[in-house]
């Protein structure tokens, strides 16, 4: 079974860009979360998507967005980059709650 | 406010030695999960424990789980090289839908 895909890996924009980044879950998995990985604040929840609906939502600001489609893949965007916006997203799929399986993870770069 | 906190930060080992890290939180919950990260990598899947008193073993690592006490603990016997990373504990926490709290990482340094 393929595992959690996330596209692109990497990715440099610049201060008031937007940019939207794609999770394809493991197949059969309806459920997928994003978290943003930084040095100063460590791993935090953005939110959770089940059957094309967000369920939960972190303390992030409006500017963090995202959307899962009838496939279950999902996107999330951010914009108006700032560059404290530069980090690892990772995104994960679960079949249910009871266990996540993360995927390899967007380096986003704002300058 | 749900906190999760791990002890040590870092860890420098030798070879060989056993140590155990530590991940208490402030809130009630059953399900509890280790990861492992390397450097510029994604987050490994350890342990889930998923009752008090579990605990799993998977080669050099042990993770058990108090849900009265909120503690975990990650034990490392005979530590070797490869075993260097970081390695996270985090906490699900439901709300219509369920989510992940994290620790704040413990970076494992194993010397020769």
């Known amino acids: 079974k393929a595992g959690v895909t996330q596209t692109p890996r990497y990715l440099i924009k610049t201060r008031g860009q937007q940019v939207t980044l794609s999770c394809s879950p493991i197949?059969?998995?309806?459920?997928v979360s994003w978290y943003q990985q930084t040095p100063g604040q460590g791993l935090q929840f953005l939110f959770e998507?089940?059957?094309?609906?967000?369920?939960n939502k972190g303390n992030f600001p409006g500017r963090f967005s995202g959307r899962q489609f009838s496939n279950s893949r999902s996107e999330m965007n951010v914009s108006t980059l700032e560059l404290g916006d530069s980090a690892l997203y990772l995104c994960?799929?679960?079949?249910?709650?009871?266990?996540?399986?993360f995927g390899p993870g967007t380096r986003l770069t704002v300058t | 406010e749900l906190k999760v906190e791990q002890n040590p930060l870092f860890l420098s080992m030798q070879e060989g030695k056993n140590y155990t890290i530590y991940c208490n939180y402030s809130?009630?919950?059953?399900?509890l999960y280790w990861y492992r990260q390397d450097p510029g990598k994604s987050l490994e899947s350890l342990f889930v424990?998923?009752?008090?008193?579990a605990v799993k073993q998977e080669g050099r690592l042990m993770a058990s789980l108090d849900t009265k006490a909120r503690l975990s603990t990650l034990h490392i016997t005979a530590a070797v090289h490869d075993l260097s990373a970081t390695y996270f504990c985090?906490?699900?926490?439901?709300?219509?839908?369920?989510?992940?709290?994290f620790g704040q990482g413990t970076e494992l340094s194993v010397k020769p």
């Open positions: 994960a799929s679960s079949p249910t709650n009871y266990e996540q399986y």
């Open positions: 424990l998923l009752s008090n008193g």
């Open positions: 197949s059969g998995h309806r459920s």
């Open positions: 985090a906490v699900m926490i439901y709300n219509q839908g369920g989510k992940l709290i």
């Open positions: 998507y089940f059957s094309e609906t967000q369920r």
């Open positions: 809130t009630t919950s059953d399900r």
